[in-house]
T-cell receptor
Framework: EAQVTQNPRYLITVTGKKLTVTCSQNMNHEYMSWYRQDPGLGLRQIYYSMNVEVTDKGDVPEGYKVSRKEKRNFPLILESPSPNQTSLYFC????????????FGPGTRLTVL | SQQGEEDPQALSIQEGENATMNCSYKTSINNLQWYRQNSGRGLVHLILIRSNEREKHSGRLRVTLDTSKKSSSLLITASRAADTASYFCATSSNDYKLSFGAGTTVTVRA
């Protein structure tokens, strides 16, 4: 089944404890992206990747890192999480461009205490 | 930056009625997409309309695009309880970015 998977789905952590949220797609898509969703603000893009080893900042990159060593994986790293990063995070992929239809993962609900 | 803005923010309708929501955007676009999100879940693509198209249909969905007014509308006909969800428009003005609005929450009452 074609899909985007994220792990973990739920995470409660404490300020400053490094964490990684994994994202994997099995559709051979070139473009991958991370979004955060906060009430009343819609989805805001954190980082995106046009292809392997090519990543770039979105609208709200501060406090986040990403890497794209393999085409299928695009992990999101929070080196030192803070409470303002409490949010619902989505990974998405599309065949080649962000303007294509995007396929979303199920989301990761992160709480930073 | 948030490009699209949906209106209304929330909509409550009776089952069987039509639901209409609008999206306005600020800069010229290549295409506009509509997505649905069931509570707390990932977004699901509904329909994509290109800047040179004026109307598109998919099942009970009808999307219009008016580039002169920089606006789009999504019509859901004969609504069902399963249509209860949040609906987002997303615009693309270049090849690097897709910008989402804040969404319209639709509640379909039985």
């Amino acid at each position: 089944e074609a899909q985007v998977t994220q792990n973990p789905r739920y995470l409660i952590t404490v300020t400053g404890k490094k964490l990684t949220v994994t994202c994997s797609q099995n559709m051979n898509h070139e473009y991958m992206s991370w979004y955060r969703q906060d009430p009343g603000l819609g989805l805001r893009q954190i980082y995106y990747s046009m292809n392997v080893e090519v990543t770039d900042k979105g609208d709200v990159p501060e406090g986040y890192k990403v890497s794209r060593k393999e085409k299928r994986n695009f992990p999101l790293i929070l080196e030192s999480p803070s409470p303002n990063q409490t949010s619902l995070y989505f990974c998405a992929s599309s065949p080649s461009r962000p303007a294509d239809t995007q396929y979303f993962g199920p989301g990761t609900r992160l709480t930073v205490l | 930056s948030q490009q699209g803005e949906e209106d209304p923010q929330a909509l409550s309708i009776q089952e069987g009625e039509n639901a209409t929501m609008n999206c306005s955007y600020k800069t010229s676009i290549n295409n506009l997409q509509w997505y649905r999100q069931n509570s707390g879940r990932g977004l699901v693509h509904l329909i994509l309309i290109r800047s040179n198209e004026r109307e598109k249909h998919s099942g009970r969905l009808r999307v219009t695009l008016d580039t002169s007014k920089k606006s789009s509308s999504l019509l859901i006909t004969a609504s069902r309880a399963a249509d209860t969800a949040s609906y987002f428009c997303a615009t693309s003005s270049n090849d690097y970015k897709l910008s989402f609005g804040a969404g319209t929450t639709v509640t379909v009452r039985a």
